[in-house]
């Protein structure tokens, strides 16, 4: 009697298709650019045809819009998972930036798309909301620096500025690695991080 896929095994498998999709063509995007690379070259690295691609894209760039949302949703887990922390607003902001290297880690070709599209050169991409992914990370760095400032755990101070702060040191940290990876050094944005909540800090030994 042949094997019969379950409706569980089909849609396991339809998944895993659509993310090595969207794997495959964040490198692609992140090494060619967006109009230099072909449906064609897609569908031959993730090992599927062009019906399938459409399938679950309809269109290349479909497939990009759906590479966009999967960043947006990628980002949306980590601040979620920071308000589900506990502890002081330096370990909070620490263990956002430990969150952000791991999934650059993780989604490489991911972050490297994006990266590319907002501060690269013009690829011919469709346009989109680049600087949502600033706000949403700029509202949730804020928020926990406000509640520090509630609470009377670090000093008075204007609470975008120090939103502004705290991301300045990431952002380039990460940008320095992407762009100079011979000076890579993943504790380096903890160790400004810490340098700066010193400064923050009312008095408190960091």
């Given at each position: ?32 650019g967006y109009a230099s690379t072909s449906v064609r070259e897609i569908v031959a690295r993730a090992g599927v045809s062009k019906p399938v691609l459409y ?123 992407k762009i100079q990876p011979e000076l890579a050094d993943p504790q380096r944005p903890e160790r400004l991080l810490r340098l700066a909540f010193q400064g ?7």
């Amino acid at each position: 009697m042949p094997f019969r896929k379950n409706k569980h095994d089909i849609k396991s498998l339809e998944s895993g298709t659509r993310e090595r999709l969207m794997e495959t063509a964040s490198h692609l995007f992140a090494e060619k650019g967006y109009a230099s690379t072909s449906v064609r070259e897609i569908v031959a690295r993730a090992g599927v045809s062009k019906p399938v691609l459409y399938y679950h894209f309809q269109s290349k760039e479909g497939l990009y819009y759906a590479i966009l949302k999967w960043g947006e949703e990628v980002q949306k887990i980590i601040i979620d998972e920071v308000f589900e922390v506990s502890g002081t607003v330096q370990d909070r902001i620490i263990f956002l930036y430990r969150r952000i290297y791991e999934e650059i880690q993780e989604y490489k070709g991911l972050y490297s798309m994006i990266h590319g599209l907002i501060y690269g050169p013009p690829q011919g991409a469709p346009g989109y909301d680049f600087p949502n992914y600033h706000r949403q990370m700029f509202e949730a760095v804020k928020r926990i620096c406000f509640e520090g400032l509630s609470s009377g755990e670090i000093k008075k101070a204007n609470a975008d500025d120090v939103a502004f702060l705290v991301l300045s040191l990431i952002d380039f940290s990460l940008n320095m690695e992407k762009i100079q990876p011979e000076l890579a050094d993943p504790q380096r944005p903890e160790r400004l991080l810490r340098l700066a909540f010193q400064g923050l800090s009312r008095g408190k030994k960091i």
